[in-house]
């Protein structure tokens, strides 16, 4: 029999992991998944919002592609420091980019670096225990916070800080953290979006979540709730601006009950000027009139919100990989139908799949359809790609550890998964996440040597 075809897939979130289950369900090809991570899962770990337990339980399903005979986990390995994308090409016959987008998109207003101005990437990277956040990151000292933008991570992001600890302790979130929001003195949280109700990017489940938190009020200006023309088409023809309009417009109703915070939602307004000596004391805000065709324009009117601390939450952007071709512009690879493509051709047994290959959007399911169609191109290719001299599978392992990487095996990770929910049974909880590198790597040297 021949030796199976060697795929190595670059990262192990969602679309890389879809990628191996594709792959590895074909027969005849064993996979590599690398993560320059210790742990698997990426966003679904380190993204997901931690009380949303049923969406984090899907680690039970990615779980099993990792521990398929033919799927191996190589964790803390990073493309493009660790290993190179042309060394990549000795070990394997074919390589899945399936890196996501890490960094988040900026403003572009004066003030935007101030002290109290973070990326909603930073804070759900902090609040999620991610290694690379450092832990003192947050203070959470504000008296008002404002989140700048309306999507689903907008969302997130302000109900974290809006419900108490005590909801949040069944999370897993690292114990850093929820001291920090224990102690938060934040009264008023303001979601800003620049364009109308209709044009929002948030799905309704998510949105209706905020009129059910126990801790704080959703308040509702009826005035920023017009519609134009472009409005009232989208609420004839799209299911779910209709019900996330339904939702706001029930709210902008309703008075406030008198819950320890309040949770505005605010339309037509674009952030222009964080202000402040030294750290952030205010939003600047513009406010803009409809256009009639689903846009804005300002209307010079400004007024301010006297914030100390900002969240801007306005979408993710994928980050380049040495030797890899990117587009700037869009902050993905550029591909046809997930084949790479270098200087205008395709590359051979190059491939991508997932945010890196799409850009910052879709929910984790969008990426099993995305995953099906480039492993779909990659095996009609299999056969007319040039054999890579691989040797033994484990000759990568080999050269990672001459040059001192620690790669973190399977094993290694079902020892961190082991000991965070020790850290949780110890004090009533399901897990406690270890967010510190160090404690990672302690936690994956329990695995048996033979393991590891
Ligand atoms: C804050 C947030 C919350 C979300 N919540 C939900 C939700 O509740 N429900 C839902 O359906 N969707 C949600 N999504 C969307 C979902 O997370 C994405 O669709 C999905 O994670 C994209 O998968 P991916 O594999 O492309 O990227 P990622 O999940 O980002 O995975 C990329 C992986 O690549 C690794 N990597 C990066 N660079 C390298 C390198 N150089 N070498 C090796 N490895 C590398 C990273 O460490 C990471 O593990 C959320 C997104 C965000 C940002
Ligand atoms: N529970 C879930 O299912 C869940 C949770 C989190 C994330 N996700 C998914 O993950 C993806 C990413 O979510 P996301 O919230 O980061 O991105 P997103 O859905 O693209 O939302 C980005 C928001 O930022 C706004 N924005 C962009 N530039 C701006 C600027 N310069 N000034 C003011 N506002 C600006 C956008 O407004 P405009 O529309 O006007 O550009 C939009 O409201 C989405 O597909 C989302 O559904 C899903």
Known sequence: MSDPARVAVIGSGPSGLYAADELSKHGGVSVDVLDRLLCPYGLLRYGVAPDHLKMKSLEITLRKILERPEVRFLGGVELGKDVHAAELQHHYDAVVYATGSAVDRKLN?????LAGSFSATEFVAWYC??????????????????VVGVGNVAVDVARVLAKSAE???????????????????????????????AQAKFTTKELRELGDLANADVIVDPEELVLDEA???????????RRNLEALRDWSQRSPEGRPRRLHLRFLHSPVAVLG???????ELERNELDGHGGVQPTGRTAVIEAELLLRSVGYRGLPLPDV??????GTIPHIEGRVQRDGAVAPGEYVVGWIK??????IGTNKGDAKETVGRLLDDLDELPRAQHGKPDSIISLL????VGVVRWAGWQAIDAAEQALGAAVGRTRVKIADRKALLTAAAEALPEDR
């Open 109 to 113: 207003i004066p003030g935007e670096d």
């Open 129 to 146: 225990g991610h290694p690379d956040s450092e832990v003192d990151k947050f203070t959470l000292d504000a008296r008002q916070a404002v």
């Open 167 to 197: 909801e949040l302790r069944v999370t897993d979130m690292p114990d850093h953290v929820l001291e920090v929001l224990d102690a938060s003195t934040i009264t008023d949280i303001h979601i800003v979006g620049r364009r109308g109700p």
């Open 231 to 241: 409005g009232e088409q989208a609420v004839e023809t799209d299911k779910t601006v």
């Open 277 to 283: 000596n030294g750290r952030v004391e205010g939003v």
């Open 325 to 330: 071709p990117f587009d700037e512009r869009a």
């Open 358 to 363: 799409r850009g910052p959007s879709g929910v």
């Open 401 to 404: 550890e001459q040059r001192g």
